[in-house]
């Protein structure tokens, strides 16, 4: 069978190697008993897509189109099921990937430096680390950049923060615990127009138990940035923890409740077998995932490919 023999992508190979033996492996040894389709060959898939997290609503969504395109094209093989399956998954980022932009080309269209970035997600997610390997990947890409450490809700995430703002060797703006964080904000806005930065990293509080707080907080560093950069902030990305599995889409849902997510940053995929919460996230928010933390190197961070994931996917 051709699936079994084509040499496998070598991007996100090691990164994906937990998610690829729950899945690919489930999925090969499933078409392999079954020379011939037979009415329960469908069950079988949809069990295998549940268990790698790709969540109810988007494993119904292709289960449906795969039994429609069945029906309609007359598949009788498994070769020809395989194939499909991967389309249809694939068909799922496709037009959101191909509407996104890149963060280098949007960090080069704004008009007015530096370009704001506010960066949320729960505590626990890999958020510290994820901004010191972000600094350090927009640094290696020619940019200026500088990091504001405005979760003053916890003395360890300035101390964190700035650890990896040395490795990643960028400045740090920062103030005491239980600072005001918007004014920690502005001083990180003000410091980086006026030293003519490119990019600018807040880190914020994660403290999601407690909603309404953390509503009130991003609504006021927002306005406080406003005052210095009137479209700020320019993007705001969710940091997410792959191997909290369908945890994840709870917590995409309660941001996007009351922030405009723009994109999504996926830590420590390398340690789960729950890879497939990729899928689900972008199928059911239409968020796109712009990078993988997949270590703890400060290099550790790669750009997101929908077509090239779900290839080493399978």
């Not at 079988?44 to 997290?53: F, K, M, R, V």
């Not at 008009?111 to 290696?140: E, H, M």
């Not at 006026?194 to 609504?219: C, P, W, Y």
């Not at 239409?286 to 961070?301: A, F, M, R, T, V």
């Amino acid at each position: 069978m051709f699936f079994l023999k084509k040499k496998r992508s070598k991007v996100f190979n090691h990164e994906l190697k937990k998610t690829r033996e729950s899945f690919f492996y489930k999925i090969k040894n499933l078409f392999l008993k079954k020379s011939e389709i037979d009415i329960n060959i469908i069950d079988h898939i949809e069990e295998i897509l549940l268990s790698a997290d790709i969540g109810t609503q988007t494993t119904i969504k292709i289960i449906k189109n795969l039994e429609e395109r069945i029906q309609k094209e007359k598949y009788i093989n498994s070769q020809d099921i395989y194939n499909v399956l991967k389309e249809e998954i694939k068909a799922l980022f496709i037009n959101i990937e191909n509407t996104c932009l890149d963060l280098e080309t949007k960090i080069y269209k704004i008009s007015q430096k530096p370009y704001v970035i506010l960066i949320v997600g729960v505590n626990g997610v890999g958020k510290t680390t994820t901004i010191g390997k972000l600094a350090f990947f927009l640094k290696k890409k020619g940019f200026h950049v500088v990091i504001g450490a405005a979760d003053t809700f916890r003395a360890a995430a300035i101390d964190q923060l700035e650890i990896w703002s040395k490795k990643a060797g960028v400045p740090l703006i920062k103030q005491h615990m239980h600072a005001d964080p918007a004014s920690v904000a502005y001083d990180t806005l003000q410091s980086a127009k006026f030293k003519k930065k490119d990019v600018v990293l807040i880190d914020t509080a994660g403290r999601l138990q407690n909603r309404k707080h953390l509503m009130e907080e991003l609504s006021k560093i927002s306005r406080v940035m406003k005052k210095i950069i009137p479209e700020s902030p320019h993007e705001i990305i969710l940091i997410l923890d792959a191997t909290t599995g369908q945890n994840a889409f709870e917590q995409v849902k309660q941001f996007t409740s009351f922030v405009k997510i723009s994109s999504i940053i996926l830590t420590k995929i390398e340690g789960t077998a729950k890879g497939g919460v990729v899928i689900g996230i972008m199928d059911q928010f239409k968020i796109p995932i712009q990078y993988l933390g997949i270590g703890e190197h400060i290099q550790d961070l790669k750009e997101f490919n929908g077509k090239k994931f779900v290839d080493c996917f399978f």
